[in-house]
């Protein structure tokens, strides 16, 4: 049976050995290619020569030559199933997936019992987003083969994209039911698993994939991951630097960076960052979280030019620019801090905290009447706001208005305020 194979290919490097079974290959499908021209010279009606000449190109990735050999087979015999087949598998190495598609049909009209052309039109319908058409395909080929263990693990994919979560972990079970020893479904059941947060669970299923292939990157770095999402820090670290240690990954330093930053080595976080970014210098995520390093380190300038970084690449998410006022609050410039806060209320008129942080900056350029009305459309968003109601009391204190301030610092201390107690005594008589 002759299926499209989709293998991750984490090796870059390979032994001598290795590298004389592909010379050996190469050099056995020209001697095929050398073999059935001279056969076609002298039969030039032979379908099976141009068939096994396009075969061997086929191995040879010279997909046209083999298209065009393909062709030749199928007009010296319009019902050669074999042909309709791997021109199928070629078109679709040339990513024509539509004109794959017509083959794998035309080939399936010629065997209604081909798991292959089942199999191999749902990956071209998958590329083409049809996942619906390739969940139908798939089912086909389990049903003539219930034993072929890419049939379940890629139905199971396509369950995933159109959000069927529950069937596609039941494919992905099938698949290990099928095959134990395959490693990809236990990475996709993880994937799944890490998506519904079921973190332990899903650890245990990159742990297996990790068994079964001890260079899987991407299974270190998703366990990496689960680890970080259960704040086990040192632990998320040793997975995302063994991934790293197998290849590059913008991932892998980000996610490490942001590890080290919950271990409070903020110096570490930023070098981390700082490799994502040489990377993939449009890497937003990373100049944010850096951002957020520098700023624990009082490098606010630094953090400043992080929020600049992440805006121009995310100018729709009003965090960037919260995050970039409170690097102007911090160096002071109050003026330009409110501008931030109130481009980030326009993105997000909900965003509490912009309100609050405005109020502060108001305060501070003595606009306090502008400051209360900020802390008042934080207090009418979220009416438990404790710290709200303390710096409005205090702000309403500084305009004479001593009843409103008391209030409000007695709301404080209802809703836990630690610092409304100090407060009442001080200005409440």
Known sequence: MKKLFFLLLLLPFFVDGQNKAANTDSAKYAS?????????????TDATAYYKRGNARFNLDDFSGSISDFNQAIRLDGKYEDAFLDRGRAKYALKDYKGSIEDYTQTIALDAKSSAAFYNRGLAKRYLED???AIDDYTQAIAINPNDRDFFNDRGISKKHLQDIQGAIEDYTKC????????SPYYNRGIVKKELKDYKGAMEDFSKAIQLMPDDGDAYCSRGDCKRHLEDYSGAIEDYTKDLSIHEDVDAYTSRGLSKFHLNDNNGAIADYTKAIAIDPKYANAYYNRGLANEALNN????????????SMEPK???GYFKRGNAKFDLEDYKNAIEDY??????????TDAYYNRGLAKRNTEDLRGSVDDYSSAILIDPNNADAYNNRGIVKQLLKDDAGACDD???ALALGSKNAADNIA????
């Open 32 to 44: 095929f290619v050398k073999y059935y021209t001279k056969v076609i010279v002298k039969q030039p």
């Open 131 to 133: 996942f619906k058409g």
């Open 176 to 183: 290990i039911a099928v095959d134990p020893n395959f490693e």
């Open 300 to 311: 606010f300038a630094e953090f400043l030019d992080d929020c600049n970084m992440y805006i």
């Open 317 to 319: 998410d009003p965090d």
């Open 342 to 351: 109130t481009a980030t209320i326009a993105l997000d008129p909900k965003y």
């Open 409 to 411: 610092f007695k709301k």
């Open 426 to 429: 001080k200005f409440c008589k």
